[in-house]
């Protein structure tokens, strides 16, 4: 028996893992614990008076769980399908568990984006005139990239630095025979990418504590770097079935 006159139990009560959990993950509760259960993300046993018996394995997921949550920032229905794969056998062995393959994060390295790419620095205004000159373009050209939205300016009429490599970007595409009016789409997709990326940023930003708009500044860096990351490898793909590569 207990000391609280309960008959003792294999496994872990709920308490035990939160104590195991909160040197990692400060912010978890009991509460999270038993939605996290509700959600069907752990499955606990039962002792035939109800209470909860979380094993090893139990523990593992939810710290597989919690991780993903604060690190990747992934909804609880794709972190549900990685683990549903998981339990499939689609995943790989750690303590005594199979957990999903961690998460890759794509660096400098290969040649995409990463998260600091999309850092805030020190903010830096162009005029037209400052424009024009950097980017090599005359007032038509820049007429025409505002026309279909490829190049946009500030409220006070200023431009910012990414508009001056957008316009040599345009610039070096015009030799190919590509015209301004033929990268709408990209620009309609750039609106779309950024779209979803704050109907997912926005929640956070909006919570309480102080520690929200750190949050939701590096949540939507990381987000736009695998944005960008996955636009590129899916046009990499694509190519190579142009060029039979």
């Given at each position: 028996m207990t000391a609280a006159g309960r008959p003792q139990r294999d496994g872990l009560s709920i308490g035990a893992v939160l104590a195991q959990l909160r040197g990692e993950f400060p912010d978890v509760t009991i509460s999270k614990i038993r939605f996290l259960e509700s959600e069907g993300?752990?499955?606990?046993?039962?002792?035939p008076s109800g209470y909860r018996q979380f094993s090893a394995a139990?523990?593992?997921?939810?710290?597989?769980?919690?991780?993903?949550?604060?690190d990747?920032?992934?909804?609880?229905?794709?972190?549900?399908?990685?683990?549903d794969a998981a339990d499939r056998g689609d995943g790989h062995q750690t303590g005594t568990t199979r957990l999903p393959r961690k998460l890759v994060s794509l660096s400098a390295g290969d040649g995409l984006p990463g998260a600091e790419d999309f850092a805030q620095g020190r903010e830096v205004r162009l005029t037209k005139e400052?424009?024009?000159d950097q980017a090599g373009i005359d007032s038509g050209s820049l007429a025409e990239l505002e026309q279909y939205g490829l190049i946009r300016s500030g409220a006070a009429g200023f431009y910012d630095p990414d508009a001056v490599l957008v316009a040599r970007t345009v610039k070096a595409m015009t030799e190919f025979g590509i015209e301004p009016r033929h990268l709408r789409a990209f620009r309609a997709s750039a609106d779309r990418e950024v779209g979803l990326l704050e109907?997912?940023?926005?929640?956070?930003?909006?919570?309480?504590?102080?520690?929200a708009q750190a949050r939701a500044d590096e949540m939507v860096r990381e987000l736009a770097a695998l944005s960008v990351t996955?636009?590129?490898l899916l046009v990499k793909a694509g190519i190579r079935g142009v060029t039979g590569g």
């Amino acid at each position: 028996m207990t000391a609280a006159g309960r008959p003792q139990r294999d496994g872990l009560s709920i308490g035990a893992v939160l104590a195991q959990l909160r040197g990692e993950f400060p912010d978890v509760t009991i509460s999270k614990i038993r939605f996290l259960e509700s959600e069907g993300l752990v499955r606990p046993g039962r002792t035939p008076s109800g209470y909860r018996q979380f094993s090893a394995a139990d523990v593992e997921r939810l710290r597989f769980v919690l991780a993903a949550q604060r690190d990747h920032y992934l909804p609880l229905k794709v972190i549900k399908e990685q683990l549903d794969a998981a339990d499939r056998g689609d995943g790989h062995q750690t303590g005594t568990t199979r957990l999903p393959r961690k998460l890759v994060s794509l660096s400098a390295g290969d040649g995409l984006p990463g998260a600091e790419d999309f850092a805030q620095g020190r903010e830096v205004r162009l005029t037209k005139e400052e424009l024009l000159d950097q980017a090599g373009i005359d007032s038509g050209s820049l007429a025409e990239l505002e026309q279909y939205g490829l190049i946009r300016s500030g409220a006070a009429g200023f431009y910012d630095p990414d508009a001056v490599l957008v316009a040599r970007t345009v610039k070096a595409m015009t030799e190919f025979g590509i015209e301004p009016r033929h990268l709408r789409a990209f620009r309609a997709s750039a609106d779309r990418e950024v779209g979803l990326l704050e109907q997912i940023v926005t929640p956070v930003f909006r919570q309480r504590d102080s520690d929200a708009q750190a949050r939701a500044d590096e949540m939507v860096r990381e987000l736009a770097a695998l944005s960008v990351t996955l636009h590129t490898l899916l046009v990499k793909a694509g190519i190579r079935g142009v060029t039979g590569g």
